[in-house]
């Protein structure tokens, strides 16, 4: 039964208790991790494609610039084609004025239009007349047959290319026209050269990085010093080939451009670590192309809002999985200690089941002892009793010995008789002493009727009250049938019955009374004597084990104790009380309605 206190804490063994402990810091910090790097990454994907989208627009609107710059211009080396002038010299021979004229006449028009320079090729690609002819870099006298744009004019009628001057070294876009002659055939070609110098001015403004990239892939027009003829990706042998011999680029080393996408947004908007001219960065990169000239324009920003983002959307993520786990742990906590509540409360219902069985027994035991103390103290009268008809008997014996002896035999038979019935009051006393003397289990129920209970009490205690010269009233409405342990309520009528001879005994009219009456849903069975009653005091006392005012071997004081125990138990009461010139003991027990009802 001790052991219930070790079996309380001794589950949970599987795993020992450090153990426990720091798996679940290692579930806490774990769990702390993942949710601030997940929400952390997600929050940040999030910001950088916010981001992208604006800087996405920002790109279309220089896009748009660059584009009107272009078109601007596009065709205006058509319509400078179709000028009789320019158609003139280029079929006749070469005439000194007739040059001059048309340089002062390509220079004016270059002023009007904006552009940085115009020039005409003859069918061989040498320049006849250029804008500036006046500048130490003049194109005139030149030959650019190998530019790509020539060669696709002649065979188009129209050509473009970004290269770097060969002449002057400064990078421009070419838009060339063919000058056609009297059969449509190709004379020659106008060509007209935009820079960009404003447009790079412009955008130099901007925070971000603003790149143009040809169709290979080689930055040719960058906001910010150092990104200018980067390569974006390796350029195939027979690229080079190809840029050595248009010399696009002419003399320009070009530089890889290291980049690496950390995450891709998909729509050319990615996140990229990139190896910068101002040393490694990560930007937000944004690609568009603009079809109608193979380029590509790029725009590369240092994402602002994506770390802070990134860190309160971690922030937040592990405070809400802290809250979390630690609601978790509480919810685990209340229920297990409501699990050992309610097994300390099975154990401790337990306990007290064994207890209450071990307190039976003894009860029982005690109710015994009780019994067979009473026993022992009616032994002497009880002896008496048997005594008696075994001295008749042997008296009877010798007379009857006589009688055969003298040839009596039907006076013999008649004194035989008398001997059966001595013999059969005997065996009807000890029979009972038998029974009543035995052990009989606590909570027995039978149906039983309390006249015969008081009828077979009356007989154990015959002796003594013969000796005693008392003079009994009964008034029994009986059947009075009730439901308990027939021998235990012998043993409480006993000690009634006993008491109340103890207390008349040496009074000069002993007199006992005994009453069963119904009183509503109960039997009411009454002893009164008229013994002189019990002092006032030891009324409330008893009933307490041990309370005796007899002398010493006379009481023990536990007959009464044990009899309360005996009616509780059968579900009755035990009162006493004093009336005219005695005591009154009232136990009252419960109909037992069904035997009633029998017929
Ligand atoms: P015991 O008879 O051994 O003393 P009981 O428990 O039967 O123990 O009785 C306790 C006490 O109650 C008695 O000693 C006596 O003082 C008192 N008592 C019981 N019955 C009577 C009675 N009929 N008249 C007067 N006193 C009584």
């Not at 290692?26 to 990454?41: I, Q, T, V, Y």
């Not at 006249?451 to 003594?464: F, H, M």
């Not at 006992?512 to 009164?528: E, G, Y």
Request: glycine share 8%.
């Amino acid at each position: 039964m001790l052991s219930s206190a070790p079996a309380l804490q001794g589950h949970h063994t599987l795993i020992s208790r450090p153990l426990r402990i720091a798996l679940l810091i290692l579930l806490l910090l774990a769990g702390l991790f993942l949710a601030m790097h997940l929400a952390g990454r997600q929050a940040e994907h999030q910001a950088l494609r916010d981001e992208g989208e604006q800087a996405r627009g920002q790109l279309t609107l220089y896009a748009g610039s660059l584009r009107t710059l272009i078109d601007r211009f596009r065709a205006l080396p058509a319509v400078l084609a179709l000028d009789p002038e320019v158609r003139r010299i280029l079929q006749g021979p070469v005439d000194n004025n007739q040059q001059h004229q048309l340089n002062l006449k390509l220079e004016q028009m270059n002023r009007a239009a904006g552009s940085t320079t115009l020039e005409l090729l003859n069918r061989d690609g040498l320049a006849v007349a250029a804008s500036n002819w006046r500048s130490p870099t003049s194109y005139v006298g030149h030959n650019y047959g190998f530019r790509p744009y020539f060669n696709e004019t002649r065979a188009h009628g129209s050509g473009r290319f970004y290269a770097v001057g060969v002449i002057s070294g400064i990078p421009g876009y070419f838009l060339a026209s063919a000058v056609r002659g009297e059969q449509d055939e190709f004379v020659g070609a106008m060509v007209v050269k935009l820079e960009f110098p404003e447009l790079e001015q412009e955008w130099s403004q901007s925070a971000d990085i603003i790149l143009v990239s040809d169709a290979r892939g080689v930055v040719f027009i960058a906001n910010q010093p150092g990104w200018r003829y980067r390569e974006l990706q390796a350029i195939p042998a027979e690229g080079r080939a190809e840029m050595s011999t248009t010399r696009q680029y002419d003399k320009q080393p070009l530089a890889p451009l290291i980049h690496n996408t950390l995450a891709d947004f998909g729509d050319g908007s990615r996140l990229a670590r990139v190896d910068g001219p101002a040393g490694q960065a990560d930007y937000l990169w944004e690609s568009l192309p603009l079809p109608s000239e193979g380029w590509t324009l790029h725009l590369l920003r240092t994402p602002q809002d994506a770390a802070s983002s990134a860190r309160n959307a971690s922030l937040a993520a592990g405070g809400a999985w802290l809250a979390l786990f630690f609601l978790a742990l509480f919810l685990h906590q209340r229920w297990r200690l409501a699990r050992i509540r309610q097994r300390s409360r099975e154990e401790l219902e337990q306990l007290v089941e064994q207890r209450t069985a071990a307190l039976r027994t003894a009860q029982d035991g005690l109710i015994q002892a009780a019994k067979l103390a009473a026993l022992g103290q009616m032994s002497a009268a009880l002896a008496h009793e048997i005594n008696q008809p075994l001295t008749a008997l042997q008296m009877h014996l010798a007379s009857l010995r006589l009688m055969l002896d003298n040839g009596h035999l039907e006076q013999a038979r008649k004194a035989l008789t008398r001997h059966d019935e001595l013999l059969q009051r005997m065996a009807a006393l000890t029979g009972h002493l038998k029974t009543y003397a035995r052990k009989t289990p606590g909570g027995l129920r039978e149906c039983l009727e309390l006249g015969s209970v008081v009828d077979k009490s009356l007989q154990l205690l015959a002796p003594n009250l013969r000796d005693a010269k008392v003079e009994i009233s009964q008034e029994l409405n009986v059947p009075a049938w009730i439901s308990g342990d027939a021998i235990r309520l012998e043993q409480v009528l006993v000690n009634l019955l006993r008491n109340a001879l103890d207390a008349v005994a040496g009074k000069p009219e002993p007199r006992l009374w005994i009453t069963v009456q119904r009183d509503a849903d109960s039997w009411l069975l009454q002893v009164a004597d008229n013994g002189g009653g019990i002092a006032e005091e030891d009324l409330p006392r008893v009933f307490d084990p041990f309370f005796t005012t007899k002398p010493a071997g006379a009481g023990l004081g536990i007959g009464l104790a044990v009899s309360y125990a005996i009616v509780h138990e059968l579900g009755g009461t035990l009162n006493a009380a004093n009336q005219a010139d005695g005591a009154v003991f009232s136990l009252r027990l419960p109909v037992d309605k069904v035997r009633e009802e029998m017929p």
